[in-house]
Each structure stands twice: as structure tokens, then as C-alpha cells.
């Protein structure tokens, strides 16, 4: 069986959980069948674990385009590459489209998988302007025509049938997120988190992902505030979205550092080593979003033996079991698909609430971390992820 993937992210050009997915999948799936992923940016080599890969850059004539017109640019691109293909998959919205032209143009089935959703994402419109509706239009398109439909969670798919009601239910299943726990385990050595300014001999709080508005990194710091002086709060986080973003952001963290030490803030995706090192010494592993359709972070948190703080919300309620593995912190949102607490000030005393409570009893919060680890071999490898996968493509192809 020929299948051909397509993603925006790809090795070596990894910013976020839905391109460690396609990672992983690729890595696991490339020995079961003959596999082709199609990636968008610079060239990289063509062989991955025995896959075939091949690069796409934004056409020259689009350099100076909207962010979503270059995205369409390259999927336009792809469709040649797509002859032979058995069967399409894509990875969210940036490549949808090129799976669904590619299923017309070659009468292949298109499976795409759901890592997020445009419609509750509208503080896309900061970055995309006019683009945000583009990029809505081209998920809404593929959703609607695709022949199944991956959510990551249970969560995300009852938001899928929510946003699409023309999608049809039983185009859609749950096949989650995964982990390679022979990689991402627990790492005690101090060398790493010392060079990066962390301090191995006092509770930390650490936060990973992106600067974005879905990540709710402001409600974080403002929780941050109430926490106890000797703890540390470590951010490994990249640029914001947006300057007004950025600005919110970093008025927040001045705000910390008058008050209190540290506050550590690490501004560069860490080598997977190093982030394993920081993972390992974390007291507790904070996820304040407002959106998360399943988080990978949090798998690779549990992985190396952190206990999970996180919102209740979309999938995250599927990965970290309440009180055994961490705490779900309530989470009541604004029905207008900006996820917004509708208690802000709330949310952030609970959150803090539930950071204070772990981080006063060690011996616990050690106990939850080896919960979480057991829970991320049991529930969430990439192997029993590929074979469900291989079921939603046999289950299209008849």
C-alpha cells in the first residue's frame, strides 16, 4: 500500500505537537508500508527511516503574499508528487487542501487528521487578517469532503462534529496522540538545567510550547504571582504571535521579576536532550490552555516523570487522570470559540491553587510523576497509534 502524507512540519523544521505527530507516525508507519511525506520548507533529506520525503518551498511569486495565499501556493505544488499515491493523508489546515485536490485530481481516498480547528482559533485573525477566512474556508472544505476524519481526542471530536455539523459521524475516529517513551524518559543529571539558569535544588513550575493565545500563557504568570518565593517558574517558550502578544507577555514577566527571583525564561526550542533534563527536575509541569485538542507536551511531561497541572479542557482530561498523574483545573469558557474563561480572575486562583498544592507535598507530587510515566507507557505508544492509523486507511480503501 502506497500512502502519501502531508504536513507543514517535518524533520528538521518541528514547532508544535501536530509535527512531533507526523514525526512519529512517519517513523513508525515507514516500516509497514511505502510511505511519502510531502513537507513544506527547505530541502531536507530525501529518506526518513525508509520513507520517501520530498520539500516544497513558498513559489518566488508569493514571497510578498498573505501567509495563507503562500500556503495554498505550496499545497498547488504538491499535486504531481501525489501520482501513485493509494491513498492522501494530511495534517492540519496548511495541507488539507493539498490533500483534498490531490484526492480529486487522482480519485485516491483524502484521511486527514484533526489537530486543531480554525473556528476556535479566531485570534488567527491577529496574524492572517483576511487569510483567517482562507484558511477557514480550505479546513472547512476538507473536513466536509474528506473520506475519514483522525481526531486526537474524544474531546476534539465532539468539537469537529460541532464546528462541521455536514460532516458525518461516522467519518470520524479517535485515534490519539502518542509518546515514544524509549526517548522521552526520565533524565536526573544536572547539567543542562544548571547551563540554562534553573536551579536543581528548588521547586520548579516549567512551561513548554508556544507563545500563543490557545497556550494561555498570561494566565500562568498571573498565577505565578501567588506562588511561594523559593519557586521557580521556567518558560521554554518561543516568539509571540503577534507584537500586542508579545508585549502582554513580557509586561507580565517584568512584572514577576520585581518581585521575586527565579523567573526563568529560555527563548529557543531545546534540543531534545535538554529538555528532557528540564522535564525531569520539574516539580510540576503546568498547561494552562485554553484550547488543546489532545497535547503532546504533556505526554512528554508524564514521560519523564512530571506531574501534570492543566486545564480540564478538549483532550486533556484523556491524558492526565485527575489526582493520579496531576490535577485538572476547572474551566468554564465563553461559548464564542475564543475559549476565554468566563471567570478569569477565577481560573487563575484555581490554577494557582492547584500549583500550590502539588508543590507543597514533594513525596506526592514524585508519586504522580511515576503515575504519569506508567500511564505514558500503558495508554500512548506510537506503534499502537500506527496500527489503529492502518485501520482508518484500511477502512476507506474497502
Given at each position: 500500500?502506497?500512502?502519501?502524507?502531508?504536513?507543514?512540519?517535518?524533520?528538521?523544521?518541528?514547532?508544535?505537537?501536530a509535527g512531533v505527530h507526523v514525526a512519529e507516525l512517519s517513523r513508525?508507519?515507514?516500516?509497514?508500508?511505502?510511505?511519502?511525506?510531502?513537507?513544506?520548507?527547505?530541502?531536507?533529506?530525501?529518506?526518513?527511516?525508509?520513507?520517501?520525503?520530498?520539500?516544497?518551498?513558498?513559489?518566488?511569486?508569493?514571497?510578498?503574499?498573505?501567509?495563507?495565499?503562500?500556503?495554498?501556493?505550496?499545497?498547488?505544488?504538491?499535486?504531481?508528487?501525489?501520482?501513485?499515491?493509494?491513498?492522501?493523508?494530511?495534517?492540519?489546515?496548511?495541507?488539507?487542501?493539498?490533500?483534498?485536490?490531490?484526492?480529486?485530481?487522482?480519485?485516491?481516498?483524502?484521511?486527514?487528521?484533526?489537530?486543531?480547528?480554525?473556528?476556535?482559533?479566531p485570534w488567527k485573525a491577529e496574524q492572517l487578517g483576511g487569510g483567517?477566512?482562507?484558511?477557514?474556508?480550505?479546513?472547512?472544505?476538507?473536513?466536509?469532503?474528506?473520506?475519514?476524519?483522525?481526531?486526537?481526542?474524544?474531546?476534539?471530536?465532539?468539537?469537529?462534529?460541532?464546528?462541521?455539523?455536514?460532516?458525518?459521524?461516522?467519518?470520524?475516529?479517535?485515534?490519539?496522540?502518542?509518546?515514544?517513551?524509549?526517548?522521552?524518559?526520565?533524565?536526573?543529571?544536572?547539567?543542562?538545567?544548571?547551563?540554562?539558569?534553573?536551579?536543581?535544588?528548588?521547586?520548579?513550575?516549567?512551561?513548554?510550547?508556544?507563545?500563543?493565545?490557545?497556550?494561555?500563557?498570561?494566565y500562568l504568570l498571573r498565577a505565578a504571582a501567588l506562588l511561594p518565593?523559593?519557586?521557580?517558574?521556567?518558560?521554554?517558550?518561543?516568539?509571540?504571535?503577534?507584537?500586542?502578544?508579545?508585549?502582554?507577555?513580557?509586561?507580565?514577566?517584568?512584572?514577576?521579576?520585581?518581585?521575586?527571583?527565579?523567573?526563568?525564561?529560555?527563548?529557543?526550542?531545546?534540543?531534545?536532550?535538554?529538555?528532557?533534563?528540564?522535564?525531569?527536575?520539574?516539580?510540576?509541569?503546568?498547561?494552562?490552555?485554553?484550547?488543546?485538542?489532545?497535547?503532546?507536551?504533556?505526554?512528554?511531561?508524564?514521560?519523564?516523570?512530571?506531574?501534570?497541572?492543566?486545564?480540564?479542557?478538549?483532550?486533556?482530561?484523556?491524558?492526565?487522570?485527575?489526582?493520579?498523574?496531576?490535577?485538572?483545573?476547572?474551566?468554564?469558557?465563553?461559548?464564542?470559540?475564543?475559549?476565554?474563561?468566563?471567570?478569569?480572575?477565577?481560573?487563575?486562583?484555581?490554577?494557582?491553587?492547584?500549583?500550590?498544592?502539588?508543590?507543597?507535598?514533594?513525596?506526592?507530587?514524585?508519586?504522580?510523576?511515576?503515575?504519569?510515566?506508567?500511564?505514558?507507557?500503558?495508554?500512548?505508544?506510537?506503534?499502537?497509534?500506527?496500527?489503529?492509523?492502518?485501520?482508518?486507511?484500511?477502512?476507506?480503501?474497502?
Open positions: 500500500m502506497r500512502v502519501d502524507i502531508v504536513t507543514k512540519e517535518f524533520p528538521p523544521e518541528i514547532y508544535g505537537g513508525v508507519l515507514a516500516g509497514r508500508l511505502d510511505l511519502h511525506v510531502h513537507a513544506f520548507g527547505a530541502e531536507r533529506p530525501s529518506d526518513f527511516h525508509g520513507a520517501t520525503v520530498r520539500s516544497y518551498a513558498v513559489p518566488a511569486g508569493l514571497a510578498e503574499a498573505n501567509p495563507a495565499v503562500q500556503t495554498l501556493g505550496v499545497d498547488l505544488q504538491m499535486l504531481d508528487g501525489f501520482a501513485g499515491a493509494e491513498l492522501i493523508h494530511s495534517h492540519t489546515w496548511y495541507a488539507n487542501m493539498a490533500g483534498h485536490l490531490g484526492s480529486l485530481l487522482h480519485n485516491v481516498p483524502h484521511v486527514l487528521s484533526a489537530h486543531s480547528l480554525e473556528p476556535l482559533r483567517y477566512r482562507l484558511s477557514s474556508w480550505a479546513e472547512r472544505t476538507a473536513y466536509e469532503a474528506a473520506a475519514a476524519v483522525i481526531a486526537v481526542s474524544a474531546g476534539m471530536r465532539k468539537d469537529i462534529l460541532r464546528c462541521y455539523p455536514d460532516v458525518d459521524p461516522g467519518r470520524v475516529q479517535v485515534v490519539h496522540n502518542g509518546v515514544d517513551v524509549q526517548q522521552w524518559k526520565p533524565d536526573l543529571n544536572d547539567d543542562a538545567v544548571r547551563a540554562l539558569g534553573i536551579d536543581p535544588e528548588r521547586p520548579s513550575v516549567v512551561f513548554v510550547g508556544r507563545i500563543t493565545r490557545q497556550k494561555g500563557v498570561p518565593p523559593e519557586v521557580q517558574l521556567v518558560l521554554c517558550a518561543g516568539a509571540a504571535d503577534t507584537p500586542e502578544l508579545a508585549a502582554e507577555v513580557n509586561a507580565l514577566i517584568g512584572g514577576l521579576r520585581e518581585t521575586r527571583d527565579g523567573v526563568v525564561v529560555i527563548e529557543r526550542m531545546l534540543p531534545r536532550a535538554e529538555l528532557i533534563q528540564v522535564l525531569s527536575h520539574a516539580t510540576v509541569f503546568a498547561c494552562p490552555s485554553i484550547y488543546e485538542p489532545l497535547g503532546i507536551v504533556n505526554l512528554e511531561a508524564m514521560a519523564c516523570g512530571a506531574p501534570v497541572v492543566a486545564s480540564a479542557t478538549g483532550g486533556i482530561p484523556e491524558v492526565v487522570d485527575d489526582g493520579v498523574t496531576g490535577a485538572l483545573v476547572p474551566l468554564e469558557q465563553v461559548a464564542d470559540g475564543t475559549g476565554t474563561p468566563l471567570d478569569e480572575e477565577q481560573f487563575v486562583r484555581d490554577f494557582a491553587a492547584a500549583l500550590i498544592r502539588t508543590l507543597a507535598d514533594p513525596a506526592a507530587a514524585r508519586r504522580q510523576g511515576e503515575a504519569g510515566r506508567r500511564r505514558a507507557e500503558e495508554h500512548f505508544s506510537w506503534d499502537s497509534i500506527a496500527d489503529k492509523t492502518l485501520e482508518v486507511y484500511r477502512s476507506v480503501l474497502g
